[in-house]
């Protein structure tokens, strides 16, 4: 407007009017508020919700509590950012619950709708006494806690034999001997460079990463070669490993059943998992896992090509490995079903599959719900109905003719199986909350930038005046 009525120079002038100090500020508040409206008020409509929750520490030292909520809307699930705000004192469990508390009474949410609560296993989300998955279960007694599924999985995947611990520990003393400067990091990358290796840096180890272990080990045992030479030529002890071939094909092994661990971790990764879904993933794992120890004990190493692949070079024999793998594959069984032990899947199974004559015999539900079952069970319409959808949305679709058996389905298809969008969250929490912004207030910013939710552009435009004067 003003180039049209005073030209260019007076609006080139008037671009170098800096905005007010809040301005920015106040719209991404303005736009969050709008986001959290439209979130509380799809999640009043629901039925039931669920929650996952985790805590971390931002880059200022602060305690943030993360918290995603799914619900129903539209006649589907929905995985909806709740909110993050710091803990003013300590992450205890019942700070942690005080502030849920605060956020959902505020909102106006019912507690008695909340079905289930993830979380991690630490204590002060879990204490039987004062943790918050027992405060929760106090004003929401519908809510099942799910400890999450890929922490126990992370959990599994530490234990091994002292052996095989060892390996692993010199391994990571050989990465961090290497990445110890910049100076052995650049030489090492010189020489992988003029040997020819694919890949020329060694990657950092770290527990808090779910795919560390797996990603360095192989990346290890790729570049054995470059990096026997460059530790010889430094005079390490640690070059002797790499010339003990039953060192190298116990790396090998490691190699191989990490990045089996790590497959199996990402699969159990992403939105609308399901207890079903995840379920049938460990199953299978634990399944494969009988499958390799008798191939083991057979002397058939198929299952590791990696170790298959360096014994027959080498020509190695491979009794003095099976020992070791078997035991470790033993131990991997065993810790598997500790943590997730096997349960009666044919009690949910006419959740699955309504239609199944099987799963209609066994639902173990109160006659006059078991009697609905039958009538849903041969209806046709349904059933084709079934086969094109997501099981939470056919679920969701009956839920007027067939209000009980779909409160009943979505009491065990609602609630999360893993944290993984709070861990993803977390992500978004260190760039938008980093050493360059340490004192931002940070709930607005990360709600825009995680929610799928839009802002009503036109409806916040509308409440300002078009003009303002100063």
Same mark, same amino acid.
């Given at each position: 407007?003003?180039?049209?009525?005073?030209?260019?120079?007076?609006?080139?002038?008037?671009?170098?009017?800096p905005?007010?100090?809040?301005?920015?500020?106040?719209?991404?508040?303005?736009?969050?508020?709008?986001?959290t409206?439209?979130?509380?008020?799809?999640?009043?409509q629901?039925?039931?919700?669920a929650?996952?929750?985790?805590?971390?520490?931002?880059?200022?030292?602060?305690?943030q509590?993360?918290?995603?909520?799914?619900?129903?809307?539209?006649?589907?699930?929905?995985? &909806?950012?709740?909110?993050?705000?710091?803990l003013? !004192?300590r992450?205890?469990?019942?700070q942690l619950f005080s502030?849920?508390?605060?956020?959902?009474?505020? =909102?106006?949410l019912?507690?008695?709708?909340?079905?289930?609560?993830?979380s991690?296993?630490?204590?002060?989300?879990?204490?039987?006494?004062?943790?918050?998955?027992?405060?929760v279960?106090?004003v929401a007694?519908?809510?099942?806690?799910?400890?999450?599924?890929?922490?126990r999985?992370?959990?599994v995947a530490?234990?091994?034999?002292?052996?095989?611990?060892?390996? *692993?520990?010199?391994?990571?003393?050989t990465?961090?001997f290497?990445?110890?400067?910049?100076?052995?990091?650049?030489?090492?990358?010189?020489?992988?460079?003029?040997?020819?290796? &694919?890949?020329?840096?060694?990657? $950092?180890h770290?527990?808090v990463?779910?795919?560390?272990?797996? +990603?360095?080990?192989?990346?290890?045992?790729?570049?054995?070669?470059?990096?026997?030479?460059?530790?010889s030529d430094?005079?390490?002890?640690?070059a002797?490993n790499?010339?003990d071939?039953?060192?190298l094909?116990?790396?090998?092994?490691?190699?191989d059943?990490?990045?089996? *661990?790590n497959?199996?971790?990402? =699969?159990l990764?992403?939105q609308?998992?399901?207890v079903?879904?995840s %379920?049938d993933?460990?199953?299978?794992?634990?399944?494969k896992?009988?499958?390799?120890? %008798?191939?083991?004990?057979s002397g058939?190493?198929?299952?590791?090509?990696?170790?298959?692949?360096?014994?027959h070079? +080498?020509?190695?024999?491979?009794?003095d490995?099976?020992?070791?793998?078997?035991?470790?594959?033993?131990?991997?069984q065993?810790?598997?079903?500790?943590?997730?032990?096997?349960?009666?899947?044919?009690? &949910?199974?006419?959740?699955?599959?309504?239609? =199944?004559?099987?799963?209609?015999a +066994?639902?173990?539900?109160?006659?006059?719900v078991?009697?609905?079952?039958?009538d849903?069970s041969?209806?046709?319409t349904?059933? *084709?109905?079934y086969?094109?959808q997501p099981?939470?949305?056919?679920?969701? =679709?009956?839920? !007027?003719?067939?209000?009980?058996?779909s409160?009943?389905?979505?009491?065990?298809?609602?609630?999360f %199986?893993?944290? $993984?969008l709070?861990?993803?969250?977390?992500s978004a *929490?260190?760039l938008?909350?980093?050493?360059?912004?340490?004192?931002?207030?940070?709930?607005?910013?990360?709600r825009? $930038?995680?929610s799928?939710?839009?802002?009503?552009?036109?409806?916040?435009?509308? %409440?300002?005046?078009?003009?303002?004067?100063?």
């Amino acid at each position: 407007m003003v180039c049209i009525m005073l030209g260019q120079n007076a609006a080139t002038q008037l671009d170098l009017i800096p905005l007010s100090n809040d301005t920015i500020a106040r719209r991404i508040h303005s736009m969050a508020k709008d986001v959290t409206e439209q979130v509380t008020n799809m999640v009043k409509q629901s039925a039931f919700f669920a929650i996952q929750i985790d805590e971390t520490t931002d880059v200022s030292g602060s305690a943030q509590m993360l918290t995603y909520i799914k619900f129903e809307n539209d006649q589907k699930l929905h995985e &909806e950012f709740f909110f993050c705000q710091p803990l003013p !004192q300590r992450a205890t469990g019942e700070q942690l619950f005080s502030l849920l508390d605060t956020f959902v009474t505020n =909102s106006g949410l019912e507690w008695l709708r909340c079905v289930g609560i993830c979380s991690d296993g630490a204590r002060a989300m879990t204490g039987n006494n004062s943790g918050l998955v027992t405060r929760v279960q106090a004003v929401a007694p519908q809510a099942v806690w799910t400890h999450c599924i890929i922490h126990r999985q992370a959990l599994v995947a530490k234990k091994m034999p002292p052996i095989l611990k060892q390996v *692993l520990d010199e391994a990571v003393r050989t990465v961090n001997f290497i990445k110890s400067s910049a100076t052995s990091a650049r030489l090492f990358r010189v020489l992988c460079e003029e040997m020819g290796a &694919e890949h020329h840096q060694l990657l $950092y180890h770290t527990e808090v990463r779910w795919l560390s272990r797996g +990603n360095v080990v192989n990346r290890l045992f790729e570049l054995r070669d470059e990096v026997h030479f460059f530790l010889s030529d430094r005079d390490s002890m640690l070059a002797e490993n790499f010339l003990d071939a039953k060192w190298l094909a116990m790396l090998a092994y490691l190699a191989d059943i990490f990045d089996r *661990l790590n497959v199996l971790n990402t =699969s159990l990764q992403g939105q609308e998992m399901t207890v079903f879904s995840s %379920t049938d993933k460990i199953e299978s794992w634990i399944k494969k896992l009988s499958l390799w120890y %008798t191939r083991v004990e057979s002397g058939n190493f198929e299952a590791f090509p990696l170790l298959d692949d360096f014994l027959h070079d +080498n020509d190695l024999p491979k009794h003095d490995l099976k020992p070791v793998i078997i035991s470790h594959l033993e131990s991997l069984q065993q810790q598997f079903r500790q943590y997730f032990p096997e349960k009666d899947r044919k009690a &949910e199974a006419w959740i699955r599959n309504p239609f =199944s004559a099987e799963a209609t015999a +066994n639902a173990c539900l109160p006659l006059s719900v078991a009697e609905k079952l039958i009538d849903l069970s041969c209806d046709e319409t349904l059933n *084709l109905r079934y086969s094109e959808q997501p099981l939470a949305n056919f679920w969701i =679709s009956v839920q !007027q003719e067939y209000p009980d058996l779909s409160s009943a389905a979505l009491k065990v298809l609602t609630p999360f %199986t893993s944290t $993984y969008l709070c861990e993803a969250g977390f992500s978004a *929490l260190t760039l938008l909350k980093n050493r360059y912004r340490s004192r931002l207030a940070v709930e607005d910013d990360i709600r825009l $930038y995680l929610s799928h939710t839009k802002p009503r552009f036109k409806n916040l435009c509308s %409440t300002l005046q078009a003009h303002p004067s100063h």
